[in-house]
């Protein structure tokens, strides 16, 4: 081989060689910053659930950073659960970027949520009707799909969830065979036009409101999924009593329910 | 003349092989974290990359993080190690295996 093939070939192996390194190292910064974007948004995601306990961005900006990258944006929608983060890193050719965002599979309620109207209300069930009107007061029986999901009217703090305490009411005793064991219900504090307002749901399925991630202290938005309905307590069958009162309490309401939830 | 060329051929393949065996580590290292921070286990991810990867694994803080070192080749590039990091947020069923 001639000394200037020879001298070709060195040339051409760094001609070629040189870039190919400098793509690789590129390539590498890529994919660096894209595990970085994946870990971060899924911490935050992780976070947001209350899988973890940290603040979601700052939590999303640590894993960026043990990973030699810069956390840019961090975005959280709390209705879904779902994170948003971008993340770059410097390289000698530039920055690069990559963006990721994580959820739950499916959100709390099956990411089923009450249409919210424009008061800030909702209908508290997936079917907009009642099964029976006014009784006990203001209280009305709402009408419920298969799912039983019940949401809440309003964004408020829950207050309450479990058994109400109260006995075997009176339609009970005359008919026995209607009490099902204590009444399970969950109560929310709502803050309206300076007012506090409380919302119950009552025949609730036991434990439905732990299993949709709702317990008592929780601040919960307008249509957010609280319950399912059941048949704890007295009652002839399967339905949910909703009462909406001025007192913190589930028996015999004072408010008419259809002037903030509007007509069924 | 013809060794000079030799050498200059192996600094340019041994760089390529090089670039390419750390883009291995770093995406490999990235995909254990999250597995292994997350409560599953990030050996079949590790498997594939075959003998010759160390991990070590290491808790900084609320983080799991896991550095794989590799040496890419024999020969000169014996005398190299390519290393990959990788981090993830951990949680109560995530740690150290």
Do not use: K
């Amino acid at each position: 081989m001639s000394a200037p093939v020879v001298l070709a070939c060195a040339f051409a192996a760094v001609i070629v060689g040189v870039p190919v390194i400098s793509a690789s190292a590129h390539l590498e910064a890529r994919h660096r910053v894209a595990g970085a974007a994946d870990a971060a948004a899924l911490a935050a995601a992780d976070a947001l659930s209350g899988l973890l306990e940290a603040d979601p961005c700052a939590l999303a900006a640590d894993v960026a950073s043990a990973a030699g990258t810069v956390l840019r944006d961090c975005e959280m929608e709390t209705r879904t659960g779902e994170a948003r983060t971008v993340v770059t890193v410097l390289t000698p050719f530039g920055t690069v970027e990559a963006r990721a965002r994580a959820a739950p599979l499916l959100p709390p309620g099956g990411g089923l949520h009450g249409a919210v109207g424009e008061n800030g209300w909702a209908w508290p069930s997936a079917v907009r009707g009642v099964t029976q009107g006014f009784h006990d007061g203001f209280a009305i029986d709402l009408a419920v799909d298969d799912a039983g999901l019940l949401f809440a009217p309003y964004a408020g703090v829950v207050v309450q969830v479990g058994t109400d305490g109260g006995g075997m009411p009176a339609a009970c005793i005359a008919s026995p065979s209607w009490w099902r064991g204590p009444n399970h219900s969950v109560m929310i504090r709502h803050d309206f036009e300076g007012v506090s307002i409380y919302s119950s749901h009552n025949h609730i399925s036991p434990g439905s409101t732990g299993s949709l991630g709702v317990s008592v202290g929780d601040r919960v938005s307008a249509g957010q999924p609280v319950a399912r309905a059941g048949m704890s307590g007295c009652t002839s069958g399967a339905h949910t009593h909703f009462t909406l009162s001025t007192r913190p309490e589930n028996a015999f309401p004072d408010l008419d329910p259809f002037e903030y939830l509007g007509p069924p | 003349m013809l060794p000079v060329v030799l050498v200059v051929l192996g600094l340019v393949l041994g760089g390529v092989a090089l670039a390419a065996h750390r883009i291995t580590l770093v995406s490999a290292a990235s995909d254990a974290a999250r597995l292994q921070a997350r409560g599953d286990s990030a050996e079949e991810r590790l498997a594939v990359l075959g003998p010759g990867v160390e991990a070590e694994w290491r808790e900084e803080g609320s983080l799991l993080c896991v550095d794989l070192n590799a040496t890419p080749g024999g020969g000169l590039l014996a005398a190299l190690s390519v290393r990959g990091t990788g981090c993830a947020a951990r949680n109560d069923l995530g740690g150290v295996p």
